[in-house]
Every structure is written in C-alpha cells, then in structure tokens.
C-alpha cells in the first residue's frame, strides 16, 4: 500500500484481556516506531525496530507490553493483561532508515479502549 | 530526561489572522527538529528543521529553529479553517541506540469563521 496501515482501527476489551495491535509498514521502510496517544496528552515513545538490530524498547511502560517485528515487514504490539489506563492511542510509524534526519510517516493508529 | 514544552496550548483564531506557535526543547545529543499536524488520529509531516536561522516554507507555513535558544516556531498566515489541528513539535536525538523523536503536547488550533 502507499501508507502505513495499522488494524485494528478501533479495539475494544475487558480488563485483563489480551490484545495484539498490527501495523504495516510501507515497503522498503527499514525502521518501525510504535507511540502511544491517551486523551489529551502527546505521543509516547514506546518502541521501535531498525532492520535486524535489537529494538529500542526503552519506551514500553512494563513488561505487560511487547513487541515483534518479523523482518522489516509486519509488526504487532502486544499488550498482555490490560488495565484501564491502557486505553489510548496506539500509532506506529515507519520512516526509509533509522535515524533523527528521516521524516516518520504514520499509520492512522488503533484506538484502545479497556472497560 | 528529554523535555519538550510547547505554547501556547490552546488557541483560537477567526480566519485570515497570522499565529505563532512555539517550541522549546532540551534533549541530549539533538540533531534535528520535526514539526507535524495532527488531525483526527494520525499526524502528518510539515517540516524537518535541522540548521538554525534558516526558515523553512510551505505555502502558508513556515518555521524556523534556534539550536543556540534551544526553541522553533512554526507560523502560519492568512489563517484557514482547514488549519484547525492539533500542532506537534518533536525534536530528534541521535547517537547509539537512543535516536527517537520526543514529542510536546501540541498546540491545539482552532480557526473560526
């Protein structure tokens, strides 16, 4: 596709559920960012994936949250055993290589909601 | 710890006025400064600052970065009601494993008829 996609675009679960949020970077993008957006505030670094190196994943705020990325295609963030204040955001981006000179494009974001 | 402080943080404008929007950073080993749109849910890219003193345009936007006052400003004139969007300035630090963009809260523009 042209852009970054991301799935769901809206997820809504229980507390203590399990959930798994796609995203699709553009093709040929080697650096990945996962962010995180609750309501009213600015984007939250979570983590992100350069090519084969070890991710970043200074971000994450625990260990409930996790990441995969296979290749420089697909990633999925998952977060296990969700709470409330989970609820947010959640958007990724994708930039050609990792480093502070490459524009991020990002995908339109799923949002989160935890009853 | 990396800071972003941007202002004002709401502002609404009738259309056809000029705004200023600001931006201040500290962040350790910057290299460059991103100003992005925000609407809806995903934000869209507007300018990469990464020289101070030279003033970057688009159109009706423009914006210029101060790596000695550590500040930007993105400006925007003749005011649209299409320009109503949240504002995001996120500088970028470079160097080992810990290059990522830090993001401010935004500025929240709203532009009436």
């Known amino acids: 596709g042209a852009g970054v996609s991301q799935s769901p675009s809206n997820k809504v679960t229980e507390k203590g559920k399990d959930v798994e949020l796609r995203c699709d970077p553009i093709s040929g993008h080697t650096a990945l960012y996962w962010y995180r957006q609750r309501l009213g505030q600015g984007l939250e670094f979570l983590i992100y994936?350069?090519?084969?190196?070890?991710?970043?994943k200074s971000g994450l705020p625990s260990d409930r949250f996790s990441a995969e990325r296979t290749g420089e295609s697909v990633s999925t963030l998952t977060i296990q055993r969700t709470q409330q204040e989970d609820s947010a955001v959640y958007l990724c981006a994708s930039s050609l290589v990792w480093g502070p000179h490459n524009e991020q494009f990002f995908g339109p974001g799923t949002r989160l909601t935890v009853l | 710890e990396d800071k972003v402080v941007q202002s004002p943080l709401s502002l609404v404008v009738h259309e056809g006025d000029t705004v200023t929007l600001n931006c201040s950073y500290e962040?350790?080993?910057?290299?460059?400064l991103l100003w992005y749109k925000q609407e809806k849910k995903a934000p869209t890219f507007l300018f990469m600052l990464?020289?101070?003193?030279i003033e970057k345009k688009s159109g009706r936007l423009s914006s210029i970065l101060d790596k000695k006052e550590l500040f930007s400003i993105l400006n925007i004139t003749a005011t649209q009601t299409g320009d109503s969007a949240i504002y995001l300035c996120?500088?970028?630090?470079?160097?080992?494993?810990?290059?990522?963009?830090?993001f401010g809260t935004g500025t929240r523009l709203q532009v009436t008829l």
């Open positions: 990464t020289s101070s003193g």
């Open positions: 962040v350790t080993n910057f290299r460059s």
């Open positions: 994936f350069q090519g084969n190196s070890a991710p970043d």
């Open positions: 996120a500088p970028a630090r470079g160097g080992g494993t810990a290059s990522k963009l830090t």
